[in-house]
């Protein structure tokens, strides 16, 4: 059975994965003078939540706000009262009607004397191409959902080159993107050589030996 989502409700949450880390305490900034951004995510203390931090932390020039996405809808009102500039989701989320996201964007239209821009992003390649036995339905639903932020949205973030040819592909409807960062920490990956593992051993031998 294809799994339906409560409202505000992300894929993490259907699974159950999600515990504590989905919902906190609002902590919303109240400075004006700067260009306001929220940041959406999935889960606190997770990938895309960190992808956040380091972006708050290095645009300055921004005032920039994350809330999970059950955070923002369960607190709508609240959030709205003091709305942002612009609104980044890190997933194409189930969790609100196109109406919805319609009525965030006015809210700003209010507020800046143009609407709220709204954008998403995209870091998977594989749920929406690629038909599996154990989630049926699952690639439709993505594809669709995917489909209609592309349609609603002003822009989108791709997470690699294979991503954004691959949406090039697909969907008929393209707005203004660029890539994000893909969360890899660089000094965790940082590449050291090591010879003394039995496999590189191995490789070392036999290309002696053919050398002989």
């Not at 960190?50 to 920039?64: H, S, V």
């Amino acid at each position: 059975m294809l799994k339906t989502f409560r409202k505000g409700e992300s894929y993490e949450d259907s699974l159950n994965l999600s515990g504590e880390y989905d919902t906190k305490s609002l902590n919303l900034s109240q400075v004006i003078e700067k260009k306001r951004i929220l940041l959406l995510v999935d889960l606190y203390d997770w990938c895309f939540y960190n992808i956040a931090c380091i972006i708050k932390k290095q645009l300055t020039q921004f005032t920039i706000d994350i809330l999970t996405v059950k955070d923002f809808y369960n607190n709508i009102r609240t959030v709205l009262a003091n709305p942002y500039n612009i609104y980044v989701f890190f997933y194409p989320t189930t969790g609100l009607e196109m109406s919805e996201l319609q009525y965030v964007r006015n809210v700003g239209k209010y507020k800046f004397s143009s609407p709220s821009k709204i954008f998403w992003c995209m870091y998977d390649n594989f749920v929406w191409r690629i038909k599996t036995d154990y989630h049926q339905g699952r690639l439709e639903l993505v594809r669709n959902t995917m489909a209609k932020w592309m349609d609603i949205c002003d822009g989108y973030f791709w997470g690699s080159p294979k991503i954004r040819d691959n949406m090039y592909d697909i969907f008929k409807i393209i707005k203004p993107n660029a890539s994000c960062m893909d969360g890899v920490d660089t000094i965790m990956f940082n590449y050291k050589e090591y010879n003394e593992d039995i496999l590189t051993k191995k490789k070392i031998k036999n290309r002696m030996d053919w050398k002989q």
